[in-house]
């Protein structure tokens, strides 16, 4: 099932944010994102049977080494609850950035107050999706 309809648009969106930076797209689900940027770390806790790429890392994204200064790390439509926020507060300290790409009334579900997070780009997807830029 794809959450998010990935389109060019978003795609040159995510490489301007990224600008060099390796992307690592967090709970990439069947890995769309993947399928469609070359050069992308894929990661999902669960396997699928319909994933669309074969190097989807399958571990706990809490747990990752995210690097600040070499990757981007991309939320598109994440599930709801504490995933991204326990995400975020684990690698807060050594991250600068990260996108975040979902309708505006789930940023408040998603993201802990203390994050600085701007809507940045007028993209709108099929269901109504945004995309956010968070600051560390």
């Known amino acids: 099932m794809i959450f998010c309809e990935i389109d060019q648009e978003l795609v040159n969106i995510i490489k301007k944010y990224a600008n060099g930076k390796i992307i690592v797209d967090v709970g990439c689900g069947d890995g769309l994102l993947g399928s469609l940027i070359k050069d992308i770390i894929s ?3 669960f396997y ?31 599930c709801h609850g504490h995933f991204v926020d326990s995400i975020l507060q684990k690698h807060k300290n ?43």
Request: aromatic residues 12%; hydrophobic residues 40%; contains cysteine.
């Open 94 to 136: 050594n991250l600068k950035d990260c996108l975040y790409i979902s309708m505006p009334h789930n940023v408040e579900y998603d993201i802990d107050e203390e994050f600085d997070i701007q809507q940045v780009e007028d993209w709108v997807g099929n269901d109504g999706e945004r995309v956010y830029h968070i600051m560390f």
């Open 48 to 78: 699928r049977d319909t994933e669309l790429i074969n190097d989807i890392i399958h571990m706990d994204a809490v747990q990752f080494p995210f690097d600040g200064e070499k990757t981007l790390p991309v939320f598109i439509r994440p």
């Open 43 to 45: 990661i999902d806790l």
